[in-house]
């Protein structure tokens, strides 16, 4: 179905959702919704004329679509009321895919790095004055939003395959940055995310392009006897960055490959200047401060173990004279359990590590898994890991650490409120 011009959104404060309403209003739609929590990202939307009511809401008067996020199930009382009331229904990657119809789209996918990726593409665009549209997994300090309005030709959106919603995409130019088992509540394995990516790569036309790595021996396997071209972005030059660690340097070596990939006319000086100049986002190892004794203070949205090593590693080489306190909030119970040892491993390379009770997100509570499970097991391996049962706890821990120490809170929950506590 065509989008039509009033929408109803529910979980509107979704780093996607959110994006999407500001899409929606940047092309003349009524848009307002709901969500259970207040945020930083759902007062971005009320500044921006977008109402948005917390914990309790009803449909609109004259609502014509309801939009919902992944995270809110068929038996919600919003959704119920609007089937009740005749009005039709969409996820956020059905109606993003709507709206991607007649613009040449650019989507950037995989396991890690997409959102950096993403923000600087976008970057790179808009500062070549190609006057991109984009929508990015986080708020992207260089424009302090997680969308970017520009004209309706250009498309740049990050792409999950989290329930095979890039499927739901057909982009002239597909990058994958990477790919690793994730999403173990839908992909039982390996194997199943690979035929995922297989069929997103199938769909890209031979006129198209696929920006990856074709030596990884994953990616190689799912992109065997595709149409588009490849194209391999670990070769690209790039120049010194504002972010810390290699895994940047790759994002940065993918976005440089795609933007040159799509406008051939884009002189190398733009792109290394706004690669350069890119500030990064919101809850990638983001400065939050001090504490009182003189600990720095970190926040990322690593979620994932290699994203957990890789943060480590990168922060280790920016600052070997510090001690890394690690402050993790494992996100969902299947992730943590299929990925257990992988987690475990990750968490002892911190000096000291520190876990949070499971965030459920959009899963029932598992007795079997839990914050002690995995700090035992990263104890086990040799790690300085304890479990800590709330926020609380947890920052009076954190404010012990004195200025030989760096503090990283990190994780997909709300672990982040916890740095904002604790930074002056």
Known sequence: MKIPHSIYMVGIGGIGMSALAQLLQHEGKEVS???????????????????????????????????????????????????????????????????????????????????????????????????????????????????????????????????????KLDPEILVITNIELDHTDYFPNLEALKETFRKAAQKVSAHGAIITNPNDPTIADVIKNISARTVDYTQEEVPELGLIGEFNRMNARAAAATARVAFPDIKQGSIDRALADFKGSWRRFEYKGETPSGAIVYDDYAHHPTAISKTIEATREKFPEKKIVVAFHPHLYSRTRSLLREFALALANADVAIVAPIYAAREEVDPNISNHVLALEAAG????????????????????????HLIITMGAGDIYKVAEQIAD
Do not use: W
């Open 33 to 167: 919704g709901m969500d259970r929590d207040d945020s930083p990202v759902v007062e971005m939307l009320s500044k921006k004329g977008i109402e948005v009511t917390i914990s309790v809401g009803g449909i609109t008067r004259g609502t014509e679509l309801l939009i919902y996020s992944d995270a809110v199930p068929t038996s919600n009382d919003i959704r119920t009321a609007a089937r009740e009331a005749g009005i039709p229904e969409m996820s956020y990657f059905e109606a993003l895919g709507e709206l991607s119809k007649g613009k040449r789209t650019i989507a950037v996918a995989g396991t890690h790095g997409k959102t950096t990726t993403t923000g600087m593409l976008a970057k790179i665009f808009s500062d070549a004055d190609k006057k991109p549209t984009a929508i990015v997994g986080s708020i992207v300090r260089d424009f302090g939003s997680n969308f970017l309005a520009g004209d309706d030709t250009l498309f740049v959106v990050e792409a999950c395959e989290y329930r095979d919603h890039i499927l």
């Open 381 to 404: 391996l040799g790690g300085k890991v304890t479990a800590l049962d709330s926020f609380d706890q947890i920052r009076d821990e954190l404010l012990k650490f004195d200025s030989h």
